[in-house]
């Protein structure tokens, strides 16, 4: 699917939405491109993190 009809409109329509577009990376980035995306996820992770609810705020440990 195209970019434009795909994550770009995406983008627009989620609220705070933050797109990563690696230039000229294949599908297959996860390989060709690992360094940059694990940093690019690692900073996602982090920033989640950031904004979840504390315990203080009504937030209950997950289950398993």
Not at 4 to 15: E, I, P, Q, R
Not at 42 to 53: S, V
Request: aromatic share 4%.
């Amino acid at each position: 699917m195209p970019i434009a009809d795909s994550a770009l409109l995406s983008a627009k329509l989620v609220k705070d939405a933050t797109l990563k577009v690696y230039k000229g990376a294949p599908h297959g980035l996860a390989t060709t491109h690992a360094d940059q995306l694990n940093s690019d996820l690692l900073d996602f992770i982090g920033a989640g993190a950031r904004y979840a609810p504390s315990p203080a705020e009504g937030a209950r440990p997950m289950s398993h």
